[in-house]
């Protein structure tokens, strides 16, 4: 088992930056990947960024691109997501998630293990 635990959310104006934060604590060793997911009210959830563990390679979605960085401490067993220039449209509870199916990228099913969700709310 691996337990994740999201930590940063928030309320910005539009423009603003928060930073994501997610510890992940058990079976870490068998982590292959981690990612960011969102889900808006009504909508259906959506990759945000994934990272490979092992060797740092990432994955974003086109409307994040150049706005969101995502990042990983090894040591820490903690995956972050900077959020620069948010726009309201980026307004959704933010998922943390880990992958030990050995697989990764933006494919929901890839990942076995979730956090609880953070709010992220930025106001026009």
């Known amino acids: 088992q691996v337990q994740l635990v999201e930590s940063g959310g928030g309320l910005v104006q539009a423009g603003g930056s928060l930073r994501l934060s997610c510890a992940a604590s058990?079976?870490?060793?068998?982590?292959?990947?981690m990612g960011w997911f969102r889900q808006a009210p009504g909508k259906e959830r959506e990759s945000v960024a994934t990272?490979?563990?092992?060797?740092?390679?990432?994955y974003y979605e086109d409307s994040v691109k150049g706005r969101f960085t995502i990042s990983r401490d090894n040591a820490k067993n903690t995956v972050y997501l900077q959020m620069n220039s948010l726009k309201p449209e980026d307004t959704a509870v933010y998922y943390c998630?880990?992958?030990?199916?050995?697989?990764?990228?933006?494919?929901?099913?890839?990942?076995?293990?979730w956090g609880q969700g953070t709010q992220v709310t930025a106001s026009s």
């Open positions: 058990g079976r870490t060793f068998s982590m292959y990947a």
């Open positions: 998630a880990a992958s030990t199916t050995l697989s990764w990228g933006p494919t929901i099913f890839n990942y076995d293990y």
């Open positions: 990272i490979n563990w092992n060797n740092g390679n990432t």
